[in-house]
């Protein structure tokens, strides 16, 4: 089978897989298929030009997508993460060792929302590395630029369709053996900045299996479960809106979140800051 063929099949099965995963929280996933990480483990996407950010304290108008569930300023290497020196302000859906060579896609791309730019990225029927193929995962980020509420806003949300997996394999050049967890939230080294969602790192905490914290059973700003909508001021992440009254994300420090980085010392880390309230269905 000559080259072009296998360009145009790939290409197609990859068109498939976004028209065929657009239920749950996830947003319609054909407006952001602008540019595809072809199948390789520990993958980026490299800088790439956004609208300007205020990205937790950082000023920010290039970013990068990487196959591991985030989003961040600059191009950032996935098997570095485990080198505290070279993190960078990062936003991360699902930090966690994902390999796609063996089925899913991950794609970006930019468009309009409600009348605003948007930048999305989405993980969809991604599988772990080298660990239960017939597990997948299917979650998304969008940042919408937010200049009507200052130089630099914006909101950013986090949309899980189904998540199967939260371990896989270390990875291959990783002394130590231990499987990766995953792990939900942001931080900016920079700064000061870092939260992590409540059963972040904690084996299957945010699986669909559990009722309790499992992604898809809970949401923040947002009556549509699975979704975790944030507003970014000055900088800033905004305390939740409280209605009725419940309750709060205890803060996190940044020495705690490098001192998990540290101790794990491999692709997916971040430090345990609890996070997003449950929120009724009903609601």
């Given at each position: ?7 145009v099949l ?20 054909a ?10 483990d ?10 300007p ?8 108008q ?7 569930g ?15 020196t ?66 630099g806003a ?36 920079l700064t000061?900045?870092?939260f ?10 945010l ?9 898809i ?12 909508v ?6 800033a992440?905004?305390p ?17 979140l ?22 009724c269905?009903?609601?």
């Amino acid at each position: 089978m000559n080259v072009r063929i296998k360009q145009v099949l790939l290409a197609a099965t990859l068109g498939l897989a976004s028209a065929t995963v657009s239920a749950g929280a996830i947003r319609d996933t054909a407006l952001f298929v602008d540019h595809t990480l072809m199948p390789f483990d520990d993958n980026n996407s490299g800088s790439f030009a956004s609208f300007p950010l205020n990205f937790l304290g950082t000023q920010a108008q290039s970013l990068s997508v990487n196959s591991n569930g985030v989003i961040s300023h600059g191009n950032l290497w996935p098997i570095n993460f485990n080198q505290l020196t070279q993190i960078t302000p990062m936003l991360a859906p699902f930090f966690a060792n994902v390999d796609n060579r063996h089925g899913g896609v991950i794609q970006w791309g930019f468009d309009e929302l409600d009348g605003r730019r948007v930048l999305g990225a989405q993980w969809l029927e991604v599988r772990a590395y080298n660990n239960r193929p017939e597990l997948t995962n299917s979650f998304q980020l969008i940042i919408t630029e937010r200049l009507d509420a200052g130089a630099g806003a914006f909101d950013f949300e986090f949309n899980y369709d189904h998540i199967g997996w939260d371990t896989s394999d270390a990875a291959w050049w990783d002394p130590d053996r231990t499987p990766d967890v995953a792990r939900v939230g942001w931080v900016n080294p920079l700064t000061g900045q870092a939260f992590e969602f409540e059963g972040s790192g904690v084996h299957g905490a945010l699986l669909d299996t559990n009722q309790d914290t499992g992604l898809i059973h809970n949401s923040r700003n947002s009556g549509v479960m699975g979704r975790y909508v944030f507003e970014v001021r000055a900088g800033a992440v905004l305390p939740e809106a409280q209605d009725p009254p419940t309750s709060v994300p205890e803060p996190g420090s940044l020495a705690l979140l490098l001192g998990g980085l540290a101790a794990l010392g491999r692709v997916g880390r971040s430090a345990r800051v609890t996070g997003a309230r449950r929120t009724c269905a009903a609601r």
